[in-house]
């Protein structure tokens, strides 16, 4: 009888090319690309099983992924098989044959995004697709005081974009808990980077809370703003939504 292995991906890639992770009626998608060059190498019809959802032009360094499959390709072989097909746009890690039962959705704990962004006055042109660029003069101590506020088990409605979820069949609603919000900065040459990890996230939350976020730097809400904001549980009251290019997937967290 044959057995169904189940492979695990740890993933990283370059988003700007592609309308996102999740395949779709048109344009080019990360798992779609994975999808095509798996039932090149295993002849199968495979479904990849992403950890989340990304949208065009966000990145990855560290998105999990599954599959199951009756190839008897080692977890090696399989590395260095996509590898050598996939664009140089995406790579593979790692890859493991995990429990029968495992899911890198279903399964995964928290998650970590980073969002880079530049408060520099020129920008280099080669990270421009990877960082924000910030023109205005930023207070970055009211911006890290502020996404204190966020930390904890809130409804985070005001930060979520439509379309985020199926309203009839989501149990938990707006409810996520974040476990982690700072912001580091560098000393020199004005970089920064957000970073958010939480239990879940919603369509664009960490793109909405950086754009709110930032709003509060610039001048334009007070710190307090963001209790207001999160009470209103209206997207409206919040700010806007920050360009995908900063956003990064660092990690997926699995107990």
Not at 95 to 104: I, W
Not at 153 to 179: C, P, W
């Given at each position: ?181 700072s912001l580091e900065t560098s000393e020199t040459g004005g970089k920064h980077r957000f970073i958010i990890t939480g239990d879940g996230f919603l369509r664009h939350m960490v793109r909405n809370i950086v754009g709110t976020i930032l709003e509060v730097g610039k001048g334009k809400l ?34």
């Amino acid at each position: 009888m044959s057995h169904k292995r189940n492979i695990k991906l740890l993933l990283a890639f370059d988003g700007t090319g592609y309308v996102g992770w999740q395949k779709q009626k048109s344009g080019r998608t990360i798992q779609g690309v994975i999808e095509e060059k798996l039932h090149i190498m295993t002849g199968e019809e495979l479904c990849l099983n992403g950890a989340g959802r990304t949208d065009a032009g966000v990145h990855a360094l560290g998105m999990v992924a599954n599959y199951h499959t009756e190839a008897n390709i080692s977890c090696q072989g399989f590395v260095k098989g996509l590898n050598s097909m996939l664009p140089t746009d995406i790579r593979v890690l790692e890859a493991c044959e995990v429990e029968t039962d495992f899911h890198a959705r279903r399964n995964a704990k928290a998650k970590t995004y980073w969002y880079n962004f530049s408060s520099c006055q020129i920008q280099l042109p080669t990270k421009r697709l990877y960082s924000t660029h910030v023109f205005e003069e930023l207070d970055i101590g009211a911006m890290q005081n502020s996404l204190a506020h966020l930390k904890g088990t809130h409804d985070f409605s005001s930060f979520e974009g439509a379309g985020s979820r199926d309203q009839k069949f989501s149990r938990r609603g707006a409810v996520r808990t974040i476990i982690e919000a700072s912001l580091e900065t560098s000393e020199t040459g004005g970089k920064h980077r957000f970073i958010i990890t939480g239990d879940g996230f919603l369509r664009h939350m960490v793109r909405n809370i950086v754009g709110t976020i930032l709003e509060v730097g610039k001048g334009k809400l007070a710190q307090s703003d963001v209790i207001a904001i999160l009470a209103a549980k209206d997207r409206s009251a919040a700010g806007p939504t920050a360009p995908a290019r900063g956003l990064f997937l660092k990690e997926v967290l699995y107990s």
